[in-house]
C-alpha cells in the first residue's frame, strides 16, 4: 500500500506551493496550505513483487489484427455449418460414429489446450508493488509504449486548436498541483520513472485522464467544476494512480484475452445456430454478455481501485481528503438538477456519484492517519462534507420558499380579476347583449 510515514523536510521545496495566488485563476476558490514532507530514508518501505515466469509478449501483429480476428471466426463458423449441411446423411452418420470412437483423444486434446491456456494465463500475471493485487499483462512495456505514443499524438491531434498556453493561470495552477503531489509521492514505485507532462485543454467537458506515458490532459470544465484546490488534487491524483497502477495495460490485457475467448464462442456460435439471422443474434447475446459480465464490472473496480490509491496520494501531499467525497455530491446534485436520468450503476464504465462518494467517506479515515504521520498542519475550519450537506439544505429550502412565493405571488394577480368579474352588475350585461 502507498506509504503512509514520512519525515521531516530538509530540502528547499517550498512547504506552501500551491498557496500563491494566480491572476485570473477564478476556478479555485478556496486555497488553503498544502505542505508535503519527503520521507527519510530509514522509513521508506520496501516494495517487493512476487517472481513471475517470463514468457514470450503478445505479438504486436495480434493487437493491429484485431478487427479481422471477428471476421475470420465467423467465416470459419460460417464454414462449418455449410460443409455440415451438405454432408449426406450416411457421412454425418460416419462422423457421428467417428467422435465416439475418438472420444477420449477428443477429451485429451481439449484438455491439453486447457491446460495450456491455464499455464499461458499464470505466466503473465504480475503483482502491483503498490496494491498488492495481481494483474494480467499481456503486453510488453515497449509494446505499450509504442502504443501509448500513439494514442498521444492522436490527442494531440485533436485537440490541437484548443491547448492553453504555459502562460495561462489555469495551466499553471495544473502543473503547481501536479508537480506537488509528485514529489511528495516520489517513494511510490513508478512516479519518478514517468515524465510528467501538463495538457490544459480549453473545453466545457468535465473530464482529466493520463495516459501511460504520463501525458496529463485536463479539460477546463472539470476546472470549472471543483470548488477548490484540494478537490482538484484528488481528481488530479486519482488520473496519476490510473497510470502509476498500469491501469491502462491491464485492462487493455484483459480485452484482449476476452477477445480470444469470444473468437472460440463466435466460431460455435456461427457453426451451430442453423441460420444467419440467429447467428446474428446469438453474436449481438455473446458481446453484450461480455460486456455487462466482465469489460464494465472490470472498469469500475480499476475505477475505486484508482479512487483509493489517489486518495492516499493526495494525503500525503496534505491535501484536505474529506473534499474528495463531496465533490462527487455535488456531481449528484448537478445532474439532479439538471434532470439528468439516474442509470443503474451496472450498465456504466464508472461507479455510480453517489456510491464514489460513499466509499471514499469509508476511506478517509484512513487517509487522515496517513496525513497525521506525514506530519502535515491539522486541518482547520468546519468540515467540508458538513458545510455541503448545510449548503444544500438551505439551497432547497430557499427554492421551496420562491416556490411558495411565486404561487401566492400568481394567486394574487388571478384573484382581481375574479372579484372584478363578480362586481359586474347583472343588468349591465342583460343591456349589453340586448344592445348588441
Not at 488553503?32 to 512476487?50: A, N, Q, V
Not at 498541483?177 to 514505485?189: Q, R, T
Not at 501511460?212 to 477546463?220: A, D, L, M
Not at 487522515?368 to 498542519?377: A, Y
Amino acid at each position: 500500500m502507498v506509504t503512509p510515514t514520512c519525515g521531516a523536510r530538509n530540502d528547499s521545496f517550498s512547504r506552501h506551493l500551491l498557496i500563491e495566488e494566480v491572476a485570473g485563476a477564478s476556478f479555485l476558490s478556496v486555497l488553503r496550505p498544502l505542505k508535503c514532507l519527503r520521507m527519510r530514508e530509514r522509513d521508506i518501505r520496501s516494495f517487493h513483487t512476487s517472481p513471475r515466469f517470463q514468457a514470450a509478449p503478445v505479438p504486436l501483429l495480434l493487437i493491429i489484427l484485431k478487427p479481422v480476428q471477428k471476421l475470420f471466426a465467423i467465416i470459419v463458423g460460417r464454414g462449418i455449418r455449410k460443409w455440415w449441411q451438405a454432408l449426406p446423411p450416411n457421412k454425418k452418420e460416419l462422423f457421428k460414429e467417428s467422435l465416439r470412437k475418438n472420444k477420449w483423444k477428443l477429451f485429451l486434446c481439449f484438455s491439453s489446450f486447457g491446460l495450456l491456456f491455464v499455464v499461458f494465463y499464470f505466466t503473465h500475471l504480475e503483482v502491483s508493488p503498490i496494491t498488492g493485487r495481481n494483474k494480467l499483462l499481456l503486453l510488453g512495456k515497449e509494446h505499450f509504449k509504442l502504443l501509448s505514443e500513439l494514442e498521444y499524438e492522436a490527442w494531440m491531434e485533436e485537440f490541437k486548436n484548443d491547448m492553453l498556453t504555459e502562460k495561462d493561470a489555469r495551466y499553471l495552477m495544473v502543473k503547481k498541483v501536479v508537480y506537488h503531489l509528485i514529489e511528495c509521492n516520489k517513494d511510490i514505485p513508478g512516479i519518478s520513472e514517468i515524465n510528467w507532462t501538463i495538457h490544459v485543454v480549453d473545453s466545457p467537458d468535465i473530464n482529466a485522464f493520463v495516459l501511460p506515458n504520463g501525458q496529463v490532459f485536463i479539460f477546463t470544465g472539470l476546472l470549472n467544476s471543483v470548488t477548490d484546490i484540494h478537490q482538484l488534487s484528488f481528481l488530479l491524483g486519482h488520473e496519476i494512480a490510473h497510470a502509476v497502477l498500469g491501469h491502462a495495460a491491464e485492462k487493455a490485457s484483459l480485452v484482449h484475452l476476452l477477445d480470444f475467448l469470444g473468437m472460440i464462442f463466435l466460431t460455435m456460435i456461427w457453426a451451430v445456430c442453423p441460420r444467419d439471422s440467429f447467428a446474428l443474434l446469438g453474436q449481438w447475446i455473446q458481446s453484450k454478455l461480455q460486456e455487462y459480465m466482465f469489460d464494465r464490472p472490470y472498469s469500475r473496480t480499476l475505477e475505486a481501485e484508482a479512487d483509493k490509491i489517489g486518495l492516499q496520494l493526495a494525503a500525503k501531499a496534505c491535501v484536505d481528503v474529506r473534499a474528495s467525497s463531496v465533490f462527487w455530491q455535488q456531481m449528484e446534485f448537478a445532474d439532479s438538477l439538471q434532470g439528468h436520468p439516474k442509470l443503474p450503476e451496472w450498465l456504466s464504465t464508472h461507479p455510480s456519484h453517489g456510491n464514489r462518494a460513499e466509499h471514499l467517506d469509508r476511506l478517509i479515515p484512513q487517509a487522515l492517519k496517513i496525513r497525521e504521520r506525514c506530519n502535515c498542519p491539522p486541518l482547520s475550519g468546519p468540515d467540508p462534507r458538513l458545510l455541503f450537506k448545510l449548503s444544500m439544505k438551505h439551497f432547497l429550502e430557499e427554492s421551496e420558499k420562491e416556490d411558495l412565493n411565486i404561487t401566492a405571488k400568481k394567486q394574487k394577480m388571478d384573484t382581481p380579476t375574479i372579484q372584478n368579474q363578480k362586481q359586474i352588475p347583472l343588468t349591465y350585461i342583460v343591456e349589453k347583449r340586448t344592445g348588441s
